[in-house]
């Protein structure tokens, strides 16, 4: 998906990079793209919040997504360890979805959120990220796809604080974490 002139860097603030690359992962460890996105968009919401402890929670792999999707009923909530975030998520007929306040995130809200921060960068930024979730294995993935994302995360100008920052987004430092 990515133009012929992939851009090399994109201006945008970590949140909507935190976002996407929730989304690939989720999507690397055997959720489908709508249910990726919902959980992609409330890891960056648990993101700004501090970690604290969670009981219960469902690691995603490849065969406990398949065998979890099968035993939950819709209207049931569990929690999903996705980039270290305890991501609420219930079953709905469309499939799983991610909670905010309550309530399934419409995964075309998020799509619409991303295009709106990347603009025409999204494919060239997602093929980075999906690229570089593919090379590695999905344990593995699970267990180190928030340090990666703080290798390529954009660097925010100093004395900035907070979400609202832009910084500069180096594709070719995903490409290359990548191999």
Known sequence: MASRHAPAQVKVNRAPVLTLWAAVVAERLGFDRDEALTMGRVVAGLNAYAKGKSLGLFKPVPEEVRRERERLREGVEMHVD??????PVTVTPEGLRALSKGKPIAPASVQRYLQGKF???LGAVEQAMQKLAASIDPDELARSAYSLYEAFRPEVPAGVRG???????????IRTAAG
């Open 82 to 87: 996705l980039l270290h975030r305890a991501v």
């Open 163 to 173: 979400w609202g920052a832009a910084g500069v987004l180096d594709l070719q430092r």
């Open 119 to 121: 603009g025409d960068a």
